[in-house]
């Protein structure tokens, strides 16, 4: 089942930002993706507003996920109100129908989730993913597990994004994150991430067998949902990594 979305953060920030994000859309449903994912730290001037985007994106029928580089919860543990609620607008004009952000400052006890339940109640047709980035504080384990207990306490709707890649710069464990996360996550951000002279860089996915992307995507069943974000050069090859998820997928079944 193909259920693979493609990051406009995966291809080339230079030429993005010059072409704007509608330029690779078609590029992407010609790849035969099932969905995009729109970055909002990426529009620019060279995309038309929001509702038009949405309708170039309606004509090849793609999933729609809008992430947003904004933290959840404030330094101070209070949600971020102000902000969620100008994503979520945003979002709403996209057809997003996921959107995405980082967990930011959770304190259990001082953050208060019935807050966020009255918001996401609010826009009940959007769901809200947090994701694990790579700051010491939203790619902890310990403070995302607190969130996601609480928040299921709670019964806030909402999910994880489980970014295979993302734990290494936040120097977290892989395995410990998958035991203790696992349950929560609905959406995979597949990235490979190599250690170059005492320095992380994500680079393309290899099919070897031997790094964490693969037990990833292994460890969850095979039609969840999967983003490719790593860097895509030439953007071309777009429908090749696809492919390989596919491939990968159908082991999975088999095995």
Not at 123 to 150: A, K, P, R
Not at 164 to 187: C, F, H, I, M, T
Not at 210 to 226: A, G, I, L
Request: proline residues 4%; aromatic residues 10%; glycine residues 6%.
């Amino acid at each position: 089942m193909n259920k693979v979305i493609v990051p406009i953060n995966a291809f080339n920030r230079f030429e993005v930002l010059k072409k704007g994000q509608t330029s690779f859309i078609r590029l992407i449903a010609d790849s035969g993706a099932y969905g995009i994912e729109i970055r909002r730290e990426l529009l620019s001037d060279q995309d038309p507003p929001l509702n038009q985007i949405k309708q170039v994106i309606a004509q090849y029928q793609l999933f729609t996920v809008y992430s947003a580089p904004i933290e959840l919860w404030k330094e101070n543990h209070e949600l971020n109100k102000k902000e969620l609620n100008e994503i979520f607008e945003e979002g709403k004009e996209l057809g997003a129908k996921w959107i995405k952000v980082s967990l930011g400052h959770f304190q259990k006890g001082q953050s208060n989730l019935i807050e966020l339940n009255t918001f996401l109640d609010q826009h009940q047709e959007v769901q809200l993913f947090v994701e694990n980035d790579q700051t010491l504080h939203g790619g902890n384990i310990n403070h995302l597990s607190s969130f996601f207990e609480s928040a299921s306490e709670q019964g806030t709707p909402v999910k994880m994004t489980f970014d295979a890649g993302n734990w290494y710069y936040s120097g977290q464990d892989v395995d410990v994150a998958l035991s203790k996360l696992a349950p929560y996550v609905e959406y995979l951000h597949l990235k490979q991430v190599e250690d170059d002279k005492g320095e992380f860089i994500t680079v393309p996915l290899q099919k070897d067998g031997s790094h964490s992307w693969e037990k990833v995507m292994n460890r969850f069943p095979s039609e969840m949902v999967k983003a490719l974000e790593f860097p895509i050069e030439p953007k071309e090859r777009t429908r090749e990594f696809i492919q390989m998820i596919m491939e990968g997928e159908a082991l999975t079944c088999n095995s």
